[in-house]
């Protein structure tokens, strides 16, 4: 029945056990792989795949494995060249896969990928990959493949300021920031003072260490996602 399901949305999806092994696709992500029937993808890894997207296997599995730790869905933006040699953007869902309740251990991984291709997007997925450049192969995130992230857990940074965060890490300036965001330059600055004490940061340049070194630098705030399909950060 879930197989049914998945070959009839538009988007692509499969679903793995625990250690990662395909379990099934659908077609669209057997096309999009370069696979002569999605079937073959069963008993495969990310490593077996035959296009560039094996270079993200050991960032995808750990994916994979964040999930079913913490049995919550993980929102990831992937830029890949794919099997036809284009480059393509993808909004991808990872969340935990149940073979009985809830209350159950999770039996797998289930993932469905959006499409959202657009010049800007690739823009911005090929600036992320060079700033990632020299990453943890085994982390999260890396050239290619980048967290969705909403900030509304108490004592995180706020909706507002995870934006401004966000430019300010990508070498812009306040009154660019303040332009991008329609607001004005001094309640940005306002936002980056706000930033400094919840992270303990003495200086607009200590913020920006600090705000690397908390992992920062690798989580898109989904409030600015709509922006930046039309914002250049070259």
Known sequence: MLQRLLDEIPAFAGYKD???????ANKAYGV???????EDVIGRTDF????????????FQKQDQ????SRQPLRILDVHRFADG????????????????????PVGTMFYGVDITSPGIIELGSLLGRIHTGADPTSLVGAGSHLIEGFSDAGALTR?????????????????TAVILAMSRRTV??????MKRKLGARSKFELIEVAIEAGYMHRIPDSLFS????????
């Open 48 to 59: 077996d795949m035959p296009c560039e997207t094996v270079a993200c296997a050991p960032m």
């Open 227 to 234: 922006r930046q399909l039309s914002i250049s950060l070259g």
């Open 160 to 176: 507002r300021e995870a934006e401004i965060l966000f430019f300010l890490l990508r070498g812009k300036s306040a009154k660019e």
């Open 18 to 24: 625990r250690q990662s092994v395909f379990l099934y």
């Open 86 to 105: 284009k480059w393509r953007a993808f909004l991808v869902t990872k969340t935990p896969l149940y073979g009985g309740s809830e209350k159950d251990e």
């Open 66 to 69: 964040e999930v079913l730790r």
């Open 189 to 194: 600055e306002q936002h980056i003072d706000k």
């Open 32 to 38: 999009l792989i370069g696979l002569p029937h999605h």
